[in-house]
């Protein structure tokens, strides 16, 4: 049974910092990219950020785009986002998700990701 578990999330001053973990189990970690996405309140989901499978490269959306970093490390089937400078608007309850791949792309639909964690909420306040 495939589980990911997100961890981090938090209330913070607009300007701060919070780092997003998220654990997974169940799956071949590996052959997994690995992608972020965020709902508001009252908004559609959307992609924040990505991760090859092998963590060569990754994808921001522009929003978020020198402010956000994501990482991973496939020993321990963990994927991470650091995300600096927070602004009130990045308040959203935040979703990690696995997309299986042969390749090194980074897709940036959520209909592309096969398994979904439950979220963990991130709070900015101004």
């Known amino acids: 049974q495939v589980q990911l578990v997100e961890s981090g999330g938090g209330l913070v001053q607009a300007g701060g910092s919070l780092s997003l973990s998220c654990a997974a189990s169940?799956?071949?970690?590996?052959?997994?990219?690995m992608g972020w996405f965020r709902q508001a309140p009252g908004k559609e989901r959307e992609f924040v950020a990505g991760?090859?499978?092998?963590?060569?490269?990754?994808r921001y959306a522009d929003s978020v785009k020198g402010r956000f970093t994501n990482a991973r490390d496939n020993a321990k089937n963990t994927v991470y986002l650091q995300m600096n400078s927070l602004k009130p608007e990045d308040t959203a309850v935040y979703y990690c998700?696995?997309?299986?791949?042969?390749?090194?792309?980074?897709?940036?639909?959520?209909?592309?990701?096969?398994?979904w964690g439950q979220g963990t909420q991130v709070t900015v306040s101004s």
């Open positions: 991760i090859s499978r092998s963590g060569s490269s990754t």
């Open positions: 998700a696995a997309d299986y791949l042969l390749g090194p792309t980074i897709r940036t639909g959520g209909s592309f990701y096969d398994y």
């Open positions: 169940g799956l071949t970690f590996s052959n997994y990219a």
